[in-house]
């Protein structure tokens, strides 16, 4: 087995090649406008670390979201597009289940991160490989938190309302890698590579022009 996974549906552009037992090589650059620009040489990066070509590659993973609408379709369809030309299957992973696994936690807790618009991204775990509920968009005043940890960029952005942590913010890869290779060992179906959208994108198709004469 050798997984690539990478995710782009936050600030971090990651990317993480594991073999079953352990992560090989991983890279991540923190930084919201360079996700097509950055994750193709990430990519190369990790490869090569780890002494690996493209075609050695057995499975493809990337974070399916939810996020912002053009970072996450960078990694999708560069799953999609790598999974076509080397012949293997691509997978998406809820980029909060890949925070969460990272973050250790084996008592309940939410993961929360930032959805902009002065919103998060949350869902609620029962322990770091068991979504319960979620994923879900709200202001984080209107998480029910309910005493529970939370772990994420949310909790960093709004440690008033959601309470501080010191889990890692963002879904690196090398944890997103781990856990589709767990999955994949114990024969758990993985969801295809789709995006997960909660809200609807900001680009609109313009409407017919406006009348300027009578």
Known sequence: ML????DTATPAVTAALHDGERVLAEHTTIDARRHGELLVPTIE???????????????????????PYTGLRVGLMTA?????????????????DAV??????TEPFLVATDARRKEVFWARYADLRTRRDGPFVDRPA??????????GAGA???PDILGKSDAPPYPYAGALAALAAERLAEGTPLDPARPIYLRRPDA?????????TA
């Open 3 to 6: 997984v690539l996974a990478f």
């Open 45 to 67: 990066r990790v490869v090569g670390e780890a002494g690996a070509a493209l075609r050695d590659v057995t499975a493809i993973v990337a974070g399916s979201g939810p996020g």
């Open 80 to 96: 999609q597009g790598l999974a076509t030309a080397l012949g293997v299957p691509a997978y998406g992973l809820c980029t909060l």
């Open 100 to 105: 969460a696994y990272a973050g250790g936690l």
């Open 142 to 151: 209107d998480v029910p938190v309910e005493g529970l940890p939370v772990v």
């Open 156 to 158: 960093a952005l709004y």
């Open 204 to 212: 609109v198709v313009p409407g017919a022009p406006k009348r300027v």
